[in-house]
């Protein structure tokens, strides 16, 4: 008769198998490559002037967003959770569609708005103003990401904010506290875990976009753009694996220490 220790084996061998050639076997050799050419390698993203451009335009690109969609996401959310209507259910999910697209498909929106051929440009030119553009810099990434998150954290405050209880607000008016002041004393304290976790999301995904990035980062590189270019155009795997690593620490630890510091919440996200 067969024991439940080998049966709970033979059960775990195949998730075992799975876990070490698609996770572990992968993740071994990415942190192995930049060693093939020097130690110096793992540094390069701070040592060379371009790749270190490349990172701190994607750093300050994806805290930008984060900031406005908090603040944008903050503030519908909690505007469709304090309202009630017929087509609250419809409204919701309009705003909220973006996120089954994808980046590519957001990457055409913005260039349909803003590209050589967009809408801005057709208009400018009958203005007499020439065709002036914006899809294909810093602003055309801005709006594309922004697109992108902006549902996400509508949907996470829209759920958090319905679940606060409505007595603390009324609580707090009928102390005489004004608007402002409710904001500050009830809202955004209940709200911080959720804005902590949500945060966290957008950055990281904002870290790592490369559909929209790919189809809009013609005068404005960010690391997953310049990390596609070492593998695929430069054939450069090293340096490739080098950035990935950055990269994935980056996410990693924003993901962690908003974990970390919002508790369950996070975890809900």
Known sequence: ????????????????????????????RLFALPADKGWATYFAVLTDSRYLRSLLNTLGLSL?????TLLLGGLVGITLARQRFRAKPLLLSLLTLPLSFPGVIIGFFIILLGGRQGLVADLTEWLGLGRTTFAYGLTGLFLGYLYFSLPRAIATYTAAASAMDAQLEEAARSLGASRWRVARDVWIPELAQTTLACGAIVFATSMGAFGTAFTLASKFEVLPITLYNEFTNYANFALAASLSITLGTITWLSLFLARHAAGPAAAGA
């Open 1 to 28: 008769m067969t024991s439940p220790s080998r049966l709970l084996g033979a059960c775990a061998a195949p998730a075992v198998a799975f876990f070490a050639a698609f996770w572990l076997l992968p993740v071994v």
């Open 64 to 68: 930008a967003v984060t900031l406005a």
